[in-house]
């Protein structure tokens, strides 16, 4: 299996404090029954007027960061409600991580768990990468192998759960995770069954 260790990518600056789910995907675009066409909805009202042209000053929508990877947000990204979809636009567009000083609970869980990397780095840091911006060096280089954001100029270490970084290494989700564990599971079912067999539950059939 290819693993992932190194992501390389233009970073944008989205520097917009407490941006929330439904500013990330609006409502009228979660009416669908599977995951295709988020992109369309991403960012939305940010990225285009109401008649649907695009935004020229809006920075996605401009040539030096229309193809990023990365996202510099602002404090609490991704707050409000669970909204799964926020996530899975993005991925979408083409965003691999997010770096901010901080981001919403639920949506820190849910990124995570559907492979978009999220790194928490301190405001001072964050700086240095968006000076790095200004000046033209908005190439980006996470390893995941050190556990660093490398601008060319700063490594920043940055941490994350073990169990997380393995997901976006090995390129898994949540069923994937699962399903490496299976020989424990059935390890750990077999000695809690010998040593509780009271507690395990048999099949029953139903009367004819």
């Known amino acids: ?49 109401p008649d649907g042209q695009s935004k020229r000053d809006f920075v996605l929508n401009q040539s030096a ?6 996202l510099i ?7 409000g409600s669970s909204r799964e979809h926020a996530v899975w636009g993005l991925q979408q567009l083409g965003i691999e991580a997010v770096i901010a000083p901080s981001f919403g609970e639920i949506f820190f869980g849910n990124a995570l ?7 928490v780095l301190p405001q ?37 759960a073990e169990r997380h970084k393995k997901m976006i290494v090995e390129g898994l989700d949540m069923v994937g995770a699962t399903m490496q564990m299976l020989p424990a599971i059935a390890a750990f079912e077999k000695k ?4 509780f067999p009271w507690a395990k539950v048999r099949p029953t059939t139903s009367p004819q």
């Not at 947000?73 to 707050?79: R, T, V």
């Not at 768990?113 to 790194?119: A, D, K, S």
């Open 124 to 160: 001072d840091q964050i700086a240095l990468l968006l000076a790095g911006i200004a000046a033209g060096d908005r190439q980006l280089t996470i390893d995941m192998e050190k556990m660093t954001v490398d601008n060319g100029a700063q490594s920043l270490p940055f941490s994350l």
């Open 73 to 79: 947000g602002g404090s609490n990204f991704g707050c």
């Open 1 to 49: 299996m290819h693993k992932q260790t190194r992501i390389q990518g233009i970073a944008a600056p989205l520097l917009i404090d407490n941006l929330d789910t439904d500013q990330i995907m609006p409502k009228q675009f979660l009416r669908i029954i599977n995951k295709e066409g988020l992109s369309a909805g991403v960012l939305y009202d940010l990225r285009f007027t």
């Open 65 to 70: 960061f229309k193809d990023s990877k990365f």
């Open 192 to 195: 809690h069954d010998a040593a």
């Open 113 to 119: 768990n559907n492979r978009l990397l999220l790194i």
